[in-house]
């Protein structure tokens, strides 16, 4: 069974900088495509990032240009590198296997001032 522990979180102000982590077992990792969503407050949750096992990526837009997504194979871990965040951002944070339906606890992402 898949299991997956997001980490990284926090409270900044609007314009800083995060990275968050997420290390994945019980899956075939290093082909697996992954992801980042976030649920915002009222909103339903929504994909973020997407990178494949090759290491294609793809974005929302409202996060292109300030967040990177990427993995480290050997460590079973997928990153989300957040730039620039904004108090939109704010969210629960959790990383999957595409098509995944087990979800972890996620990890808090709150960006104010």
């Known amino acids: 069974q898949v299991q997956l522990a997001e980490s990284g979180g926090g409270l900044v102000q609007p314009g800083e900088s995060l990275t968050l982590s997420c290390v994945v077992s019980g899956i075939n990792f290093n082909i697996t495509a992954l992801g980042w969503y976030r649920q915002r407050p009222g909103i339903e949750r929504e994909w973020v990032a997407i990178?494949?096992?090759?290491?294609?990526?793809n974005y929302r837009n409202s996060v292109k240009g300030r967040f990177t997504i990427s993995r480290d194979n050997a460590m079973n871990t997928v990153y989300l590198q957040m730039n620039s965040l904004k108090p939109e951002d704010t969210a629960v944070y959790f990383c999957?296997?595409?098509?995944?339906?087990?979800w972890g606890q996620g990890t808090q992402v709150t960006v104010s001032s």
């Open positions: 999957n296997s595409v098509g995944g339906v087990n």
């Open positions: 990178i494949a096992g090759p290491g294609n990526t």
